[in-house]
């Protein structure tokens, strides 16, 4: 309830707050910093916090049961300083993912390949959404969604194999789903295995041969 994510440095040895986001001093904590309306660097009632393949900071301005901006924000690596001496405050979100009837989002997750998948809060989506490519500044809208009805998707993460888990709080399950952004195999590009004649055998002159092979 106090509409702010801290960032702190060394925080097994000597902790140090160094970055506060979403208010402009030590004693904020109003929602929105006061405003009526949300700023690219507000917040209001965050929950979860996720860092994609490349270091970019994500916060999902929402928090259960259906409080906050019902928004994303993403924050580039560059956006925070890496070896400042005081305080940095009023860092600007890179980029929303507005609410569009979408999200109330909690926990975000990332493959290998830096899909995004969105855990969902039911009372706006029942079915969770996923993005192919987060990084690009125009899709701000799901690419898809997972085919599931479920009740509150709050947890997601993809473990180094890139299958993905989803806790689904309201149903008291986890759903896990193999390697959902890899294609199965009749849908991949055949491959061609030459049989005769053998490989790296050279022929001179204008002739012509007959190839075997498998595919």
């Known amino acids: 309830h106090n509409s702010r994510v801290l960032r702190i440095r060394d925080p097994l ?5 160094d970055v506060i986001v979403g208010q402009a001093d030590f004693s904020g ?13 507000s917040l209001c009632l965050p929950g979860s916090l996720s860092v994609d393949k490349f270091n970019n900071l994500y916060i999902s301005d929402a928090s259960l049961e259906s409080e ?8 580039t690596l560059a956006t925070f300083p890496t070896n400042n001496t005081s305080v940095f405050f009023d860092a600007t979100a890179t980029k929303e993912f507005p609410t569009n009837g979408f999200h109330n989002a909690f926990e975000l997750g990332f493959d290998s390949a830096n899909h995004m998948v969105v855990g969902e809060n039911s009372y706006d989506q029942r079915f969770f959404a996923y993005y192919l490519n987060p990084l690009d500044p125009a899709n701000k809208t799901p690419d898809g969604f997972f085919e599931d009805f479920s009740g509150m998707t709050y947890g997601v993460t993809f ?18 789903y193999k390697k959902p952004f890899v ?5 991949q590009a055949p491959t061609v295995n030459i049989t005769s004649h053998t490989n790296d055998t050279w022929y ?8 075997k092979a498998d595919v």
Request: aromatic share 4%; glycine share 8%; with cysteine.
């Open 159 to 176: 473990d180094n194999s890139d299958n993905l888990y989803v806790s689904d709080i309201n149903r008291s399950r986890i759903l896990i």
């Open 204 to 211: 001179k002159g204008a002739m012509t041969h007959k190839i």
């Open 183 to 187: 294609e199965p195999a009749g849908n």
């Open 68 to 75: 906050g901006n019902k928004r994303i924000l993403m924050f």
């Open 13 to 17: 040895g000597t902790p140090k707050i």
């Open 29 to 41: 904590t109003a929602c929105n910093r006061g405003a009526v309306m949300a700023t690219l660097n």
